[in-house]
């Protein structure tokens, strides 16, 4: 079967160049394979999908940078993924650039952020690409979280980071974000104690 030769996430339009069809033949492959539950599409017109008949379990990360390059986690997600809190979101937060595509994909809330906060962020941005979604560190995440919402309608207050996980480089790197985003550079322990 020729879904048994795509890699576990393609573009549709793949397709028309791995298998020299048609756009209609092509269209007409996915949405069969659809029907019959092989292939999730990632959503919105990302022409994303996911090879249910080769991995059960899609790497949606992946799916999202392929259709959105420049995608980064962002939010709650980032903070757990760092140890930060226990609070789960129902869907991880991912940043991309407004100026690239932006669609709505089901896994994940995206967020469309300019071109300048990619700059600012530059810095506070972790991991290869090449290896999954990249994060943004914890000390910025949180710091662009209270930038934008604040304590409580960020969905996190004081009480739900965990304080003790917080080491020299975040200090620095809350200083940065602080920096970056026009915040008082105050302690990042000082946020600890920030009232509800």
């Not at 917080?166 to 985003?181: G, I, Y």
Request: glycine residues 10%.
């Amino acid at each position: 079967m020729r879904l048994q030769s795509l890699p576990p996430v393609f573009r549709g339009s793949d397709l028309t160049i791995r298998f020299q069809w048609t756009s209609k033949a092509a269209s007409q492959y996915l949405y069969l394979w659809k029907r019959r539950g092989l292939v999730r599409g990632l959503g919105g017109h990302s022409d994303v999908y996911a090879n249910l008949l080769t991995n059960p379990t899609p790497d949606w990360g992946k799916a999202v940078m392929a259709a959105m390059p420049s995608a980064v986690t962002i939010g709650i997600e980032a903070l757990r993924q760092a140890g930060w809190t226990t609070q789960v979101p129902h869907r991880p937060t991912v940043a991309v650039n407004a100026k690239q595509g932006v669609f709505s994909v089901e896994p994940f809330e995206i967020v469309a952020r300019g071109p300048k906060w990619f700059q600012s962020v530059g810095n506070g941005i972790q991991g290869e690409r090449a290896l999954g979604l990249p994060t943004l560190r914890p000390a910025w995440a949180l710091a662009d979280m209270l930038r934008t919402e604040g304590w409580g309608q960020c969905g996190l207050w004081p009480d739900d980071i965990e304080w003790d996980q917080a080491v020299d480089s975040d200090e620095a790197d809350w200083l940065a974000a602080c920096t970056a985003f026009g915040l008082p550079c105050s302690p990042l322990l000082e946020q600890a104690v920030a009232s509800r």
